[in-house]
């Protein structure tokens, strides 16, 4: 995949070579600190029998938590290559390949080609998509039971840090972009597709949101 087939620039940060470090990563340490509270909270709600959609999954590791924990299957949605030969082999490490499915698909522009899950996940995605009423729009009405993303404090520290990042790749010729959306506007995408907050986590990099379809 190329730049001009990749105009927001995700393989040229992406790359290979960070897929193998995020795998190593794994299994030195297992999971991180939002990444263990996002997996708790699901747990928390049941995941048992449960179908998976993790969009922007990278390597795999919350998805084959879940799995341990006994969700049945995961479909994991990538706009790069990059990771599935490090996230194949740590499935397969895990016993656990036949229960992962792995695609390259943007679920913003065909949404009708994926299918609905009881557990949405998105973990380091939010920010780094230029239109998030879109992506968390789709995700929410993938979602039948629960979702969980991820997004960077909006403090102004953080959007100072990402404005000199972008900055910078902009100066070295790298389309990639990172954002910083609104919090509460997130939160309302989500709560206008019928999903209700009922669980957050603070952490030094990233906050985490929990929310549930209760039934009417």
């Known amino acids: 995949m190329s730049g ?3 105009p927001h620039g995700y393989d040229e940060v992406f790359s290979p070579r960070f897929a ?3 795998a190593r990563r794994y299994r030195r340490r297992g999971l991180g600190r939002a990444e263990r509270d996002m997996v ?3 747990a928390g709600r049941g995941v048992a029998g449960a179908t998976v959609l993790e969009i922007g999954g990278g390597v795999g590791e919350i998805q ?3 799995l341990k924990l006994g969700a049945a299957r995961t479909t994991n949605l990538e706009l790069v290559a ?3 030969g490090p996230a194949g082999e740590l499935a397969r490490e895990a016993g656990l390949a036949d229960r992962v499915e792995r695609r390259l698909h943007d679920i913003v522009e065909a ?3 994926v299918a609905k899950a009881d557990v949405v996940v998105l973990h380091r995605v939010v920010c780094c ?4 009423e879109r992506l968390l729009g789709a995700a929410a009405d993938h979602a039948g039971r629960l979702l969980v993303f991820s997004h960077p404090p909006r403090s102004l520290a953080v959007r100072a840090y990402s404005a000199a990042q972008n900055a910078v790749l902009r100066l070295t010729g790298h389309s990639y972009q990172s954002f910083a959306h609104p919090p509460e506007a997130m939160l309302a995408v989500l709560r206008d597709r019928g999903l209700t907050a009922v669980h957050t986590h603070r952490g030094p990099v990233w906050h985490v949101e ?3 379809r209760r039934a009417a």
């Open 82 to 84: 990059s990771y599935d």
């Open 64 to 66: 084959l938590e879940l």
């Open 20 to 22: 193998r470090r995020q």
């Open 4 to 6: 001009c087939c990749d």
């Open 40 to 42: 708790e909270f699901l």
């Open 129 to 132: 998509y230029p239109d998030y």
């Open 210 to 212: 929990g929310l549930e």
């Open 111 to 113: 949404p009708d080609q």
